[in-house]
């Protein structure tokens, strides 16, 4: 099994800044993409943006230009930075990671970690 554990977020002013992070551990055969999601009170999750093994990034258009994801992978981490945050950036963020491990080396399977609350106060 793969497990994500995520760190960051928090309460911020509007226009300020947090940086997410999210290392993955276990049994790990590769990871392809990875990626942050969120969810709004009352509405449907959505991604934020997500990065691939070799670095392609892919962005929602509400952050583009504010957030940037990165990914270190001998670490097994992706981090997402953001700027400019506006109180529409509240939600609950989730890490994931499409992987595949040691026991199904040609199996990919979605992992999620246990989301953190990110508050941006108006």
């Known amino acids: 099994q793969v497990q994500l554990a995520q760190s960051g977020g928090g309460l911020v002013e509007a226009g300020g800044s947090l940086r997410l992070s999210c290392g993955a551990s276990?049994?790990?055969?590769?990871?392809?993409?990875m990626g942050w999601y969120r969810q709004g009170p009352e509405k449907q999750r959505e991604l934020v943006a997500d990065?691939?093994?070799?670095?392609?990034?892919n962005y929602a258009d509400s952050v583009k230009g504010r957030f940037t994801i990165s990914r270190d992978n001998a670490k097994n981490t992706v981090y997402l930075q953001m700027n400019s945050l506006k109180p529409e950036d509240t939600a609950v963020y989730y890490c994931?990671?499409?992987?595949?491990?040691?026991?199904?080396?040609?199996?990919?399977?979605?992992?999620w970690g246990q989301g953190t609350q990110v508050t941006v106060s108006s």
């Open positions: 994931n990671a499409l992987a595949t491990t040691y026991r199904a080396p040609s199996r990919s399977n979605n992992y």
């Open positions: 276990g049994s790990i055969f590769s990871i392809n993409r």
């Open positions: 990065i691939t093994s070799g670095g392609s990034t």
